[in-house]
């Protein structure tokens, strides 16, 4: 006797019901980036409605386009000789603004040109190495890079520095401070170097100086 079979359900005529798809996962490195973009949108709207600046009174030099390019781009450093670097006292508009110091080369063509550009009061620095005068204040008899014979008196600017009585120590901390204060101004940066001709041991030793001043109303780095 055959097996009686279940029986079967007629065929439904109406339309089936779409499946629910599963929720796509939000694009998180997309909202992360939206989020972060109006933060600083935000935060800069709020510095320049309360501080009257884009950067809460940042100033520094990641502010200067120039120095963000340099950083990002660098350029190849100068070698300069001194008849090179003379050329660069601001007579020429062809010519970048430079001054040296103790063989360090500096471009501050961006904001130093009432300084040191013609008609400054520090315009004696521009187109040469001048580290003596940046350490004795003495802008007349000084204006070279022959560093020899320093004397405790001849510490004109370096009033910060420690180890009074060691002018050596002294001379390395204040051209070092110096390089510093340059190398990390907003808008000042080095390009290079300028090579010097040997200075002859035999030539006199510039002679001490008591009428140092300070330099350009620029503080030295440290201070």
Same mark, same amino acid.
């Given at each position: !006797?055959?097996?009686?079979?279940p ?6 005529t109406a ?7 599963? !929720? ?10 939206? /989020? ?5 949108l935000?935060s800069?709207?709020?510095? =320049?409605a309360?501080?009257?600046? /884009?950067? /809460?009174g +940042?100033?520094?030099?990641w502010?200067?386009?120039k120095?963000? !390019? ?5 350029? %190849? ?11 660069h ?6 010519y970048?603004? +430079?001054?040296a #110091?103790?063989?360090d *080369? ?6 130093? !040109?009432g300084? +040191? $550009?013609? $008609?400054?009061?520090?315009h004696?620095?521009?187109? %040469? ?7 004795? $204040?003495?802008?007349?008899? @000084?204006?070279?890079h022959?560093?020899r014979?320093?004397?405790e008196?001849d ?6 520095? #420690? ?6 120590l =002294? ?6 401070? /110096?390089?510093?204060? +340059?190398?990390? @101004?907003?808008?000042? @940066?080095? *390009? $290079?170097?300028?090579? @010097? ?14 009428q ?12």
């Open positions: !006797m055959a097996e009686p079979t029986p079967t359900r007629a065929a439904s339309p089936s019901k779409p499946r629910p798809q599963p !929720m796509k996962k939000a694009n998180k490195p997309f909202l992360a980036i939206k /989020w972060t973009v109006l933060a600083l935000t800069v709207a709020l510095s =320049r309360l501080t009257q600046t /884009w950067t /809460w +940042y100033e520094g030099k502010t200067n386009p120095k963000i !390019m340099e950083l990002v781009l660098p350029s %190849r450093p100068l070698v300069l000789s001194e008849q090179q670097l003379a050329f006292d601001g007579t020429n508009p062809r970048p603004l +430079y001054i #110091l103790d063989g *080369v500096f471009d501050v063509s961006d904001g130093g !040109m300084n +040191y $550009g013609p $008609g400054g009061a520090y004696v620095f521009a187109g %040469r190495d001048a580290a003596r005068a940046f350490v004795t $204040g003495c802008f007349q008899d @000084h204006l070279t022959d560093l014979g320093f004397t008196k510490m004109k600017v370096s009033l910060a520095l #420690l180890d009074p009585g060691l002018a050596d =002294r001379l390395v901390q204040t051209l070092n401070n /110096w390089k510093s204060f +340059y190398a990390k @101004h907003p808008k000042y @940066h080095k *390009v $290079g170097t300028v090579i @010097h001709r040997p200075i002859d041991p035999s030539s006199p030793i510039p002679a001490p100086c008591n140092g001043k300070d330099q350009p109303g620029e503080k030295v780095a440290g201070n």
